[in-house]
């Protein structure tokens, strides 16, 4: 069975930086996606980041150049580093996977396993 569990996130001040970790256990996929899907209340999440197991990564434009996403094979980790934080980057934070897939899905639909989700707040 695959879990995944988020770490990280908490309360800064708008300019500041936070990392979110999501820990993945059960996952027997040789190819996947994995992606941060952060979602503020009233509205769906939307993916901001993504990266396949090939280590290609793509970013919306709200977070690019702000928002670095990467793995860490060995330790079966996701992270998420953020910089240069905004009050609109505020909401839980999820990680989602989907395996055995050629092109990574851009809306929540398409990801098969989900974490917990971790709140993340900027204040202005």
């Known amino acids: 069975q695959v879990q995944l569990v988020e770490f990280g996130g908490g309360s800064v001040q708008a300019g500041g930086t936070l990392s979110l970790s999501c820990v993945s256990s059960?996952?027997?996929?040789?190819?996947?996606?994995m992606a941060w899907f952060p979602q503020s209340p009233g509205n769906e999440r939307e993916r901001v980041a993504v990266i396949t197991s090939d280590g290609v990564s793509s970013y919306t434009d709200s977070v690019k150049d702000r928002f670095t996403i990467s793995k860490d094979n060995a330790k079966n980790t996701l992270y998420l580093q953020m910089n240069n934080l905004k009050p609109e980057d505020t909401g839980v934070y999820f990680c989602?996977?989907?395996?055995?897939?050629?092109?990574?899905?851009?809306?929540?639909?398409?990801?098969?396993?989900w974490g917990h989700g971790t709140q993340v707040n900027v204040s202005s």
């Open positions: 059960g996952y027997t996929y040789s190819r996947y996606c």
């Open positions: 989602a996977s989907r395996g055995s897939i050629p092109t990574c899905p851009a809306l929540r639909t398409g990801y098969d396993y």
